[in-house]
């Protein structure tokens, strides 16, 4: 399914030029299935499928987003394993990290298309806003509606890195003032894998990829087209805090006795019951830690629409019916004041209906039917 | 808009307002009623009149000598599943977050295994309840569709409660979610149904007692 | 900042998925039949340690059941791995790190010699044409 055109060299050649033997080859592809929980002898096969294989194509586009997806894969102290994955792949285009600019970037990305076009990878990072033509977000003259669909169009798959390509993200969340879309909503055609959080774990993305490349098959998606390798079980499911929330320990405030014996986040607005993502079990920073374990509630960021869940700082099972998913106090006593002034009106109009029927019903006299109102 | 904002959101809200409207009506309907004037001369002072009242309410929160053999289960089957609701919906987390989401105050609560017990034992409980209802010819005669599903309601709340906070059947989302639909739709209910007498039966022991002690009897 | 290990909770491990027990005689067992298989039909195998959710005492436990063999092999690429023969022949216990020296994969290989320890054919075909060229190279500068 996919075979790049720098057919002259293959992935196995080109590592080796990059000073990347076989063995630290077969050592990625070992850590990365391990990661994704695919049996060892799938590691083995990868890394033999991939080394024999041309380096596929793939192109990336950016359009609203921060970047911060680009940066968790590229950035770090030393260099990663994650970061082999750019010497297997041949990244024909990238605005932020390619060196070339202007047409001749625009020229080379053009020119990688139509060379492996229906065989290359398209991956997507940042939202798609359709406000005033698209003029929200251009490149190089064109609106990234009109690249995404043109480009779309010779991939043979496509990767939505981060919320905001996956789900709409920021941009996305209300009022959504630029009509930003998710690549979902404007492709149709073509598979599409939403490696959603914001940002995903590097891991996360680089598996993903990897497995792509190297079967050429899309893998198990859940209903929201997520890898359910990674995206198939909660954050609570894995917390190791998970012992606090069932014994009832929570802290109540950040800091304080609680929070500092590492007790349950969930009166402290943690979305972790109802978020999908491997940050309890991968974690971030090559393993270091993950939000929860930090001290701060998930946000629940790989989920659609999060920005208006509600506040990051209200427990799950608070009221949420105001702006932005809050309500406060005041604003229930309002409503329910509201409410209860309108009920006493009627009640009182009831009562008083009730209280002029007795009095007809004495006026006509005590003991003969009332015939009520006629 | 996803189930779990819809119910603690726009259904929370809709729940809430036909609640306070309800109730308010029907008690205010019910205090503006003409008073039937009693023409008697009083055998009791005003604060005998008054002190009547109060003491009834607490002397019929259980049934006289003569009828213990034959109501005591019922009546103590009925307070400990109140107890245990009361147990669970104030002293629980998750529930005094939500509790101090709408009104702002917050108080200490119990640990979550103790309250998965109390929910269980009152789940049984409210089993048995049902079992009597139906078995029981006089209370089956008795029976509308009103005490059917006050009680299916109140029990749909409890069941989704606790596979919410046991994480099973469905993803813990749409449980959290069901659970607070099914709040929602009981206070719907509350104000057109017999669990109104949680405001009644205050007042109407109150008025009756007070009536009586009027008239210079005991109750 | 809170570790894990500070917290005084003592998690029970869950019973293990993918047809093994808990603890390590379900390990052991796994790792005899796949041996057996190995012996008759040639048929390599491995068990991702990450995989399983092993307690640090069942990991020292599986440890001492396999013991140490003859064969230890340190592996530079990428980072350190070490790959050792246990006492049980055939049974080889793998463990790649990261340049960091972060443990990156941990597993244990049922095969007659790890495939990461052995020669490609295709490097050695062209270690042998590299090698001819050097010799090549160094005769043409000894020349006059």
């Given at each position: 399914?996919?075979?790049?055109?720098?057919?002259?060299?293959?992935?196995g050649e080109m590592l080796r030029r990059h000073g990347i033997s076989r063995r630290s080859f077969i050592k990625f592809c070992t850590a990365a299935a391990s990661a994704m929980a695919l049996p060892p002898s799938v590691g083995l096969a990868m890394a033999e499928q991939l080394r024999q294989a041309p380096r596929p194509s793939v192109v990336y586009l950016s359009f609203q987003e921060c970047t911060g997806c680009l940066e968790s894969l590229t950035r770090s102290f030393a260099p990663t394993i994650e970061n082999l994955i750019f010497n297997i792949i041949s990244l024909d285009y990238d605005d932020t990290l390619m060196a070339a600019a202007g047409e001749a970037a625009e020229s080379a990305r053009t020119k990688a298309m139509q060379d492996n076009f229906g065989k290359y990878v398209l991956i997507v990072d940042g939202s798609v806003p359709t406000g005033a033509g698209g003029a929200y977000c251009t490149a190089g003259g064109r609106s990234a509606v009109d690249t995404l669909r043109e480009a779309a169009k010779g991939a043979a798959a496509i990767v939505c890195v981060g919320t905001c390509s996956s789900f709409g993200?920021?941009?996305?969340?209300?009022?959504?003032?630029?009509?930003?879309?998710?690549?979902?909503?404007?492709?149709?055609?073509?598979?599409?894998?939403?490696?959603?959080?914001?940002?995903?774990?590097?891991?996360?993305?680089?598996?993903?990829?990897?497995?792509?490349?190297?079967?050429?098959?899309?893998?198990?998606?859940?209903?929201?087209?997520?890898?359910?390798?990674?995206?198939g079980n909660t954050i609570h499911d894995r917390c190791y805090r998970r012992p606090f929330y069932d014994q009832g320990k929570f802290a109540k405030s950040f800091d304080d006795e609680g929070a500092r014996n590492g007790w349950c986040l969930y009166e402290l607005g943690c979305k972790g019951p109802t978020t999908y993502n491997a940050c309890a079990t991968l974690k971030w920073n090559g393993g270091t830690s993950f939000p929860i374990e930090s001290g701060h509630g998930c946000l629940g960021c790989s989920e659609p629409g999060f920005w208006d869940k509600g506040s990051f700082y209200a427990a799950q099972s608070a009221a949420a019916w105001g702006k932005a998913g809050?309500?406060?106090?005041?604003?229930?006593?309002?409503?329910?004041?509201?409410?209860?002034?309108?009920g006493a009106v009627i009640g009182a109009a009831s009562a008083g209906v009730s209280r002029l029927r007795q009095h007809r019903s004495e006026q006509h006299g005590i003991g003969r039917e009332s015939k009520g109102d006629e | 808009?996803?189930?779990?904002?819809?119910?603690?959101?726009?259904?929370?809200?809709?729940?809430?307002?036909?609640?306070?409207?309800?109730?308010?009506?029907?008690?205010?309907?019910?205090?503006?009623?003409?008073v039937h004037r009693d023409l008697n001369k009083p055998r009791a002072s005003i604060a005998k009149f008054l002190a009547g009242g109060l003491i009834t309410?607490?002397?019929?929160?259980?049934?006289?000598?003569?009828?213990?053999?034959?109501?005591?289960?019922?009546?103590?089957?009925?307070?400990?599943?109140?107890?245990?609701?009361f147990a669970v919906v104030l002293l629980f987390g998750p529930h005094i977050a939500f509790l101090g989401s709408l009104f702002g105050v917050t108080w200490p609560g119990l640990p979550s295994s103790l309250i998965t017990v109390i929910s269980v034992l009152t789940l049984t409980l409210f089993l048995a309840v049902l079992f009597r209802r139906v078995t029981n010819p006089v209370m089956r005669m008795l029976s509308n569709f009103d005490d059917y599903f006050s009680w299916f309601i109140t029990m749909l709340v409890i069941v989704t409660g606790l596979a919410a906070t046991a994480h099973i059947g469905a993803p813990y989302q749409t449980l959290l979610a069901l659970h607070i639909l099914s709040v929602d739709v009981l206070l719907l209910w509350f104000p057109f149904g017999k669990l109104m007498h949680a405001f009644y039966i205050f007042p109407s022991r109150a008025i009756n007692g007070a009536i009586l002690a009027r008239k210079g009897a005991t109750s | 900042?809170?570790?894990?290990?500070?917290?005084?909770?003592?998690?029970?491990?869950?019973?293990?998925?993918?047809?093994?027990?808990?603890?390590?005689?379900?390990?052991?067992?796994?790792?005899?039949?796949?041996?057996?298989?190995?012996?008759?039909?040639?048929?390599?195998?491995?068990?991702?340690?990450?995989?399983?959710?092993?307690?640090?005492?069942d990991r020292v436990e599986l440890r001492r059941a396999l013991g140490e063999g003859e064969v230890q092999a340190t592996l530079t690429a990428e980072g350190i791995s070490n790959i050792r023969e246990t006492r049980v022949p055939g049974v080889w216990w793998v463990e790649h790190h990261d340049r960091n020296g972060e443990l990156i994969a941990e597993l244990i290989e049922v095969t007659r010699m790890p495939l990461i320890l052995m020669s490609a054919t295709d490097e050695i075909a062209s270690g042998a044409s590299a090698l001819r060229e050097q010799l090549a190279a160094a005769a043409a500068a000894r020349a006059p």
């Open positions: 399914m996919l075979h790049g055109h720098h057919g002259e060299l293959t992935v993200g920021i941009p996305f969340a209300d009022p959504n003032p630029t009509g930003a879309w998710p690549v979902t909503a404007i492709v149709g055609d073509k598979p599409i894998i939403n490696v959603s959080g914001c940002p995903p774990i590097p891991e996360v993305i680089t598996g993903t990829l990897l497995q792509l490349v190297a079967t050429g098959k899309v893998p198990d998606l859940d209903e929201h087209r997520r890898p359910k390798v990674f995206f809050e309500v406060s106090p005041r604003q229930v006593l309002e409503v329910t004041a509201t409410a209860a002034a309108a | 808009m996803d189930l779990l904002s819809l119910a603690r959101g726009p259904a929370l809200k809709v729940a809430l307002v036909v609640f306070c409207l309800g109730v308010t009506w029907r008690i205010v309907g019910f205090t503006l009623l003409r309410v607490g002397s019929r929160s259980w049934p006289h000598q003569e009828f213990i053999g034959r109501t005591g289960a019922g009546e103590a089957l009925g307070y400990s599943y109140h107890l245990g609701l | 900042m809170i570790r894990l290990a500070d917290i005084p909770v003592r998690i029970e491990p869950t019973p293990l998925v993918g047809g093994l027990g808990g603890g390590v005689p379900a390990i052991l067992s796994e790792l005899a039949s796949l041996l057996e298989r190995l012996a008759k039909a040639e048929e390599p195998a491995a068990i991702d340690l990450r995989s399983l959710p092993m307690s640090a005492q």
